[in-house]
């Protein structure tokens, strides 16, 4: 079954700690793989598109990097705006379909 | 300025009613999509659209009805058959059909009471 995963469910970080969010993704010819920011109540804010492995890109403290089955988000160093849910979508040979995974709740706090 | 526009924010829907939700994008965009999000959930896919007059189930479609007759618009009709409606429904468009960024709107919160 084609699917997206994202880990963890739930992530609290103090300001200056920096971690990793992870997608994972069982699809069959990846066509691009996106990472969003969505701030509550809010629509998803795109952030990043990735395309083939070992493909890397950066955006101030967020740095997403994409293998064959996984990608992951590097936030370094956060502040308390950092704080939202990031989701992780897929586009795959399946045509035309934009499949998320459930997303990871980020809490920075000062 | 281009983007996508939903309307209403809020709706309120009693039961046993149809209640139609807005989307519009000016961006000249030829796929859109509408995705339900519930509370801790990601989102899923209700129907998508990669070209005017023709639209595909996505992954919960049961209760729901859509249209595309103009590019710039993807209304979506909640039914009285969808049981459990109250949700918080986002709209999104992509410039080509396959591997290019979507964008959203900002998403109407649908409550039934």
């Known amino acids: 079954e084609d699917q997206v995963t994202q880990s963890p469910e739930a992530l609290r970080l103090q300001e200056g700690e920096s971690s990793s969010l992870n997608c994972s993704y069982t699809?069959?010819?990846?066509?691009?793989l996106f990472w969003y920011r969505q701030d509550p109540g809010k629509g998803p804010e795109f952030l990043f598109t990735?395309?083939?492995a070992g493909e890397e890109k950066e955006k101030e403290r967020l740095k997403a990097t994409l293998t064959k089955k996984e990608s992951f988000l590097h936030i370094t160093a956060p502040k308390p705006e950092d704080s939202a849910t990031y989701l992780c979508?897929?586009?795959?040979?399946?045509?035309?379909?934009?499949?998320f995974g459930q997303g990871t709740e980020l809490s920075v706090k000062p | 300025d281009g983007g996508i526009t939903q309307s209403p924010k809020y709706l309120f829907r009693k039961e046993g009613q149809n209640v139609t939700l807005s989307c519009e994008q000016n961006?000249?965009?030829?796929?859109m999509y509408w995705y339900r999000q519930d509370p801790g959930q990601g989102l899923r896919l209700i129907y998508y659209?990669?070209?005017?007059?023709?639209?595909q189930k996505g992954d919960i479609a049961e209760g729901y009805s859509v249209s595309r007759e103009k590019k710039e618009s993807f209304p979506l009709t909640v039914t009285s058959a969808q049981k459990n409606p109250t949700a918080f429904y986002l709209c999104?468009?992509?410039?080509?059909?396959?591997?290019?960024?979507?964008?959203f709107g900002q998403g109407t919160r649908l409550t039934v009471v």
């Open positions: 999104a468009s992509t410039p080509h059909r396959l591997n290019t960024e979507a964008f």
């Open positions: 699809v069959s010819g990846l066509r691009g």
């Open positions: 990735l395309y083939s």
């Open positions: 979508a897929v586009v795959y040979n399946q045509g035309g379909k934009l499949i």
């Open positions: 961006l000249n965009h030829d796929a």
């Open positions: 659209s990669q070209i005017v007059n023709d639209f």
